[in-house]
């Protein structure tokens, strides 16, 4: 699949770098590379395990060796695998271009070493470790237009905004109390799909009238209808295909879930499909917009060249396969 079919999708990495050359070179090359650059307002180890233990989706985190003081990012680092060892971490260092001179524990903390005099191993290791995956561009439209109709459709009184797709990179922390999952299988892609939310201000939202209550059994209910009209609208648009394999010969992984540490894991690295819809009440502009947050995980098959597209009634009547009766 050549680069002009590939979705241009982008990922957040969190910049520990307090140095002035962040503003310069290394800034010029995360917006080339399509990498949203967000850093801590405040100074301090703390202010920054304060962010990794929250709902922010990263998909790495760009370190400066003497970020916070001399040589300090070194325990940073440690600090940082002990709460979110999925997460890639980039090592800029002053002088060298690699790992040199670290034990071989605190090395395998690193995906890479490098400094701002030579790019390339930063380059080679964002490839890898963030952009390893394709997500063709007609599919990744094709689901945000395909689940914003099903959000509009079940949630009348909401308008439903599509915020940019994205990549999250190994970041396994779950969104929010409420959660669905659902299976996705065709002859070219086999995993799951997740809607993600924070319970009370969706069932605010959802509410069927100012001061009438709803029952968290009906938001289940709608959340979980929406899941299956987006499943429904996914499997007819997408999910053909002869080629399907036997259900007997269908490889399956553990799902690990750990509610205490709001973390689900599907037994794959591979980079995750995601996409924001922000709901807003039409009819209370005040309203704060609520989030839901979709993910796509392809994690027991993901063979995009075979992607297609089944045809509409309406390409088959053109191309004469069907007549209008």
Same mark, same amino acid.
């Given at each position: 699949m050549?680069?002009?079919? =590939? ?5 957040k +990495?969190?910049?520990?770098?307090? &140095?002035a !050359?962040y503003? @310069?070179?290394?800034?010029? $090359? ?7 650059c967000?850093?801590? =307002?405040?100074?301090g180890?703390?202010? +920054?395990?304060?962010?990794?233990? &929250?709902? !922010?989706?990263? @998909?790495?985190?760009?370190? $400066? ?14 600090r940082i695998?002990? +709460?979110?060892?999925?997460?890639p971490i ?8 690699s790992?040199?001179?670290?034990s071989?524990r ?6 890479c070493?490098y400094?701002l ?12 470790s ?8 007609e599919?990744?439209?094709g ?7 099903a959000?509009e459709?079940?949630?009348l ?7 940019s ?7 396994r ?9 659902i ?11 997740m ?6 201000p969706?069932?605010g939202?959802?509410?069927?009238e ?8 009906q ?7 929406a899941?299956n009209?987006?499943?429904?609208s996914?499997?007819n648009?997408?999910a ?12 399956q992984?553990?799902i ?9 894991s599907?037994g794959s ?8 819809y922000?709901?807003r009440?039409?009819?209370?502009a005040d ?13 027991l098959?993901?063979?995009p060249?075979?992607f297609q597209?089944n045809?509409s009634?309406?390409?088959?009547v053109e191309?004469?396969e069907?007549?209008?009766f």
């Amino acid at each position: 699949m050549d680069a002009a079919t =590939q979705a241009c999708l982008r990922t957040k +990495v969190l910049v520990l770098d307090d &140095s002035a !050359v962040y503003s @310069g070179s290394l800034k010029h $090359f995360c917006h080339e590379h399509e990498l949203i650059c967000i850093r801590p =307002q405040r100074a301090g180890a703390d202010s +920054v395990m304060s962010i990794l233990r &929250s709902n !922010v989706d990263l @998909g790495g985190i760009m370190l $400066f060796e003497h970020y916070g003081g001399k040589l300090q990012g070194l325990e940073l680092a440690r600090r940082i695998q002990a +709460v979110r060892p999925e997460l890639p971490i980039f090592y800029r260092r002053e002088q060298s271009s690699s790992l040199a001179g670290l034990s071989e524990r605190d090395a395998l903390m690193f995906c890479c070493g490098y400094a701002l005099s030579d790019l390339q191993m930063l380059r080679a290791a964002l490839a890898s470790s963030i952009f390893s995956r394709i997500y063709p561009n007609e599919l990744v439209r094709g689901i945000a237009e395909m689940s914003k109709s099903a959000l509009e459709m079940l949630f009348l009184r909401c308008e439903v905004a599509v915020q940019s797709p994205f990549l999250a990179v190994k970041d396994r922390i779950v969104y929010g109390e409420m959660f669905t999952l659902i299976a996705i299988e065709s002859s070219w892609c086999r995993g799951y799909m997740m809607l993600q939310a924070e319970e009370a201000p969706l069932m605010g939202l959802l509410a069927p009238e100012a001061g009438q209550g709803m029952d968290f059994r009906q938001l289940n209910s709608a959340l979980g209808e929406a899941t299956n009209l987006i499943w429904g609208s996914f499997k007819n648009r997408y999910a053909g295909g002869a080629n399907q394999q036997s259900a007997s010969l269908l490889t399956q992984v553990p799902i690990i879930v750990n509610h205490q540490r709001r973390y689900i894991s599907f037994g794959s690295d591979d980079p995750q499909l995601c996409i924001k819809y922000q709901l807003r009440d039409r009819e209370r502009a005040d309203a704060p917009g609520v989030t839901l947050v979709q993910r796509f995980v392809f994690n027991l098959c993901w063979a995009p060249d075979e992607f297609q597209e089944n045809p509409s009634v309406e390409s088959l009547v053109e191309s004469g396969e069907l007549e209008l009766f």
